[in-house]
Nanobody, 130 residues
Framework: QVQLAESGGGSVQSGGSLRLSCAAS????????MGWFRQAPGKGREGVAG???????RYADSVKGRFTISHDNAKKTLYLQMNSLKPEDTAMYYC????????????????????????WGQGTQVTVSS
């Protein structure tokens, strides 16, 4: 079965960097669409970044120029490099996969819509202090 395991979260000061990883197993990774999402307390889940099966990338407006999504198909691992972190980036970050090849909608922030993804990891917490 599809399994996604995030790691790399932690606490950093504003302006710092973190790299999240998502180890995937149980499916044909290269044919899936992958994404990173986040959810802050009291808020809905929002799309942060996505990479489709063709390699096209999509970012939420709030993270463009600061975050980079990438993956290593051989290792079946998805990454999210987060630079210039801000307190408003504080959230639980989730890795997700879709067998649809690409997302079919965008959310209000410009990132891939969570409804496009059917498989989810447990999440990793990112906390940015000012």
């Amino acid at each position: 079965q599809v399994q996604l395991a995030e790691s790399g979260g932690g606490s950093v000061q504003s302006g710092g960097s973190l790299r999240l990883s998502c180890a995937a197993s149980g499916f044909s990774y290269s044919s899936y669409c992958m994404g990173w999402f986040r959810q802050a307390p009291g808020k809905g889940r929002e799309g942060v970044a996505g990479i489709d099966s063709g390699g096209s990338r999509r970012y939420a407006d709030s993270v463009k120029g600061r975050f980079t999504i990438s993956h290593d198909n051989a290792k079946k691992t998805l990454y999210l490099q987060m630079n210039s972190l801000k307190p408003e980036d504080t959230a639980m970050y989730y890795c997700a996969a879709s067998d649809g090849g690409s997302w079919y909608a965008l959310d209000s922030g410009g990132g891939p819509h969570p409804a496009s993804f059917g498989y989810w990891g447990q999440g990793t917490q990112v906390t940015v202090s000012s």
